[in-house]
Each structure stands twice: as C-alpha cells, then as structure tokens.
C-alpha cells in the first residue's frame, strides 16, 4: 500500500534546502498540470526551461517504454547504440566534433571546467589556469560550478572554493580586456543569461569574447544549458550569435525531464580528457540517450523550430497588453520561449509574488533573480494555451497590484 503524503511531509523528511509551493502536482499532458485535488494548471514554466515538449509527449513515452524493455545501464567500460546515435546528431548538428555525456547541467559543466584546465596544462603548462566568467551567471552548484557562477550568495558558507577564478561584468568588453592574459585558460559565457535575468549577450560584445581568446589562446565555453535545444528558436543560441565556442555544455530540455546533459567539444579541445582523466557511472546511459536523441529528433525539425518565434511574439504581445493596463514591468525582454519581464522598481525585490499569485490562478510562472518574471514554456505550446495562460497571468499580476 502506498503511504499517504503530503506538502506537510516535505517538512518532516526532506533537508530544507528547497521551499516548495502548496500545490502537489500528480499528471500533466501537453502545457496542462493536474494537482492531487485536480486543480487544472496552464504550464509557463516548463520545470525550469526543461520539458520543453510539454508533459506525456507521446514519442517520448513510447521511446521510454520501448528502451525500459530492453536495457537501462551498462557501465562505461562498454558503450551503447543509443549514446552512439545520440553524439553523432549532436556533432552532425553543431559545431562539435566530440561529445561527453553527464546527467546534469552542473555535472556537463564540471566536465567543461576540468576539460579547460588538463587542455591549458597539456599545451601551455600550469601557469594558464585561470578562468573568466560573468557576473550574475549561472553555472550549477557543485563547487567548482558555484565558483565559476558570479553570484556569491551561492558560495557563502562554502568556502575555501576552488581558485583561479576571476569575474567581469556581462556585455561589457572593457573589464574583460583588463582581466584576460596569457594566464587565461578559459572564458565561459552563457550566450544569454537565464537566471541572471534573461540578459541576451550583445552580438558585437560576444564576437569581441571571441577574438580575445583567439589572441590569448584560451578556450571559449558557452553554457547553453538552458538555452540550447530550440529554447531561443534555433537548435543552439550560438548559431544566431553568430560565434562558435570551442566547448558547449547542454541539460535542461536535452532530456525533457529525463536527467541528461552533454559536453561537447571540438576535437582539438576534446582530447585533453584523455582515457581516464574523468568519468560518470550514469553519464551515456542506453536510457537517458535513447530519451535525448528523441527530443533532438522532434525540436531540430522546421515545425518546431519555425513555431517558436511565433510563440514568441505572441507572449510579447500579451505581456505588452497585461503591462498597458498595471504597469508592472519596466521591461519586456528574451529571445524564442526565454522571456522575461523585468518588475518596475516599486516592485522591486517581489517578483516571487508573481508565483505564489499565478499559481491561485492555476498557472506556473518562474522568477530569474528577484526582479525578473521568467516564462520558459514548453516549445509546442498551442496557442490556445498561450491565450488561456496569460488570461490567468493577468488576474494574477492584477492580485498582486491590488494588494501593494
Ligand atoms: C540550470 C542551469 C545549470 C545547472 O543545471 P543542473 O542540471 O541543475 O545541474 C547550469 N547552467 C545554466 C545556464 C543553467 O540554467
């Protein structure tokens, strides 16, 4: 028998590092979540930008239930056709020539920080370790990754963190030049900011990224965990900055919800990880790949692909006519289904309120940082939905108007 539990059990055996809603969420089909009490909930929030093809997706079940019947695990000391097929589409489709796999973003980045620091040590020597990242970026919790992050209340507590980590301000090509040396073995970038607010890197800044590590001879790494895999409307937000980096690390959507995320590498790059400079048990299991390799078949197609900036307009266009009427945001930004809404400065610090208030209405909603309302739907969310969401989102911001 299945033991009755509810929101209250959270707090009796779960660590407190999480703060969950009210709401207990059982079923979801398409953007539509049902709780334990089936209360219907229009989904703007996709997990965390993860189950960028709604719930239950029908292929994707059948991958799963079909793969289930035939093998989960092996261990890396043999591999398997679903990885294989897997790495081949993500090279075949990017600028990559080789590829590791992880079963998470912060994992897929711990590879890439490792990879970054064995590649300076092979061919320069110790001296070039140090890495530039961005203020206000996120990179995971691992504490190679909180270090890397440029948000410091993630680190607090945690130290001595790992060293050899320097931070400069985003879009801003001035710091880094002072910052980058021959001491540089690495510069890691999201090519837009998720958690820091949805901050978009400005094209000629991210083209300038580039040719300063040409000229320093490190590596350039792009953190498209979150904005790969169509969430910006192409296959990887590289390709409409129009700047390749020589790694690039990818979870989030890659899985649909299933854990899997991937480094990719060139082959130059790639070969500092060496046969047995790093690892991962679960890392290229038959399971998550065969899920992965799905996902990519049905976002990397023009129908899916095509969807997203229409999508795109018309939560731009709802979120203008929702601002027209309560003036609740000083900012409307993003690209594809990455979009957020900056808060007017006398709701400074409550984008949370947002949550907690749209969710009455039956509608998930996600913050990035505290002033920032973040929408990261699913990719194929019909436009039924879209309308029927930002109805709801409007009764929401209304609540938390009316109570200022
Ligand atoms: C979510 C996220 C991560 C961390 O991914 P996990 O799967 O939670 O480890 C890393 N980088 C970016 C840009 C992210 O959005």
Redesign the pocket.
């Known amino acids: 028998m299945a033991q009755e539990v509810t929101r209250a059990t959270f707090d009796e055996v779960m660590v407190p590092n999480y703060a969950p809603s009210a709401i207990i969420p059982v079923r979801g089909e398409g953007s539509r979540v049902w709780d334990k009490d089936n209360k219907e909930y229009i989904d703007f929030a996709g997990g965390?930008?993860v189950t960028a093809l709604g719930h239950s997706h029908p292929t994707l079940v059948n991958v799963m239930r079909e793969q289930a019947g035939q093998l989960w695990h092996l261990s890396n000391v043999m591999t398997n056709e679903p990885a294989l097929r897997l790495a081949k589409k993500l090279t075949e489709k990017t600028f990559a020539d080789r590829v590791f796999f992880a079963n998470?973003?912060?994992?897929a980045?711990e590879a890439a920080f490792k990879l970054v620091r064995r590649y300076a040590y092979d061919h320069f020597g110790p001296e070039k370790h140090e890495i530039i990242a961005f203020n206000k970026?996120?990179?995971?919790?691992?504490l190679f990754?909180v270090s890397v992050g440029g948000q410091a209340k993630y680190k607090e507590g945690f130290e001595p963190t790992p060293g050899g980590i320097k931070h400069c301000d985003y879009n801003n090509i001035e710091q880094l030049k002072a910052l980058i040396s021959d001491k540089t073995c690495a510069v890691v970038m999201?090519p837009i900011q998720?958690?820091g607010g949805i901050i978009p890197a400005d094209a000629e800044f991210a083209k300038q990224v580039r040719e300063l590590c040409d000229q320093h001879k490190a590596l350039l790494v792009f953190?498209?965990?979150?904005?790969g895999v169509g969430r910006t409307g192409t296959l990887y937000a590289y390709e409409q900055l129009g700047v390749t980096p020589d790694v690039l690390?990818t979870?989030?959507a890659l899985g649909n919800g299933f854990?899997v995320?991937a480094m990719l590498a060139t082959e130059d790059a790639a070969k500092s990880l060496a046969f047995g400079t790093h690892g991962s048990t679960y890392g290229g299991n038959p399971m998550a790949c065969a899920i992965a390799e799905a996902v990519i078949d049905i976002v990397d197609t023009p129908e899916v692909l095509s969807g997203i900036q229409k999508r795109h307009d018309l939560f731009v266009k709802g979120l203008t006519a929702i601002n027209e009427k309560h003036h609740v945001f000083k900012d409307i930004r993003g690209q594809g289904l990455l979009i957020g809404g900056e808060v007017v400065d006398s709701l400074a610090g409550k984008a949370a309120e947002f949550i907690k208030a749209s969710a009455a209405e039956g509608l998930f909603v996600l913050v990035a940082g505290p002033n920032v309302l973040r929408l990261a739907p699913s990719l194929i969310i019909p436009e039924k939905d879209i309308q029927e969401g930002l109805a709801r989102l409007e009764k929401a911001v209304a609540a938390v108007m009316a109570a200022q």
Request: no cysteine.
């Open positions: 965390i930008a998470s973003g912060g994992e980045n970026s996120f990179h995971g919790r691992t990754t999201e998720g958690e953190d498209e965990v979150q904005s690390t979870a989030k854990p995320a």
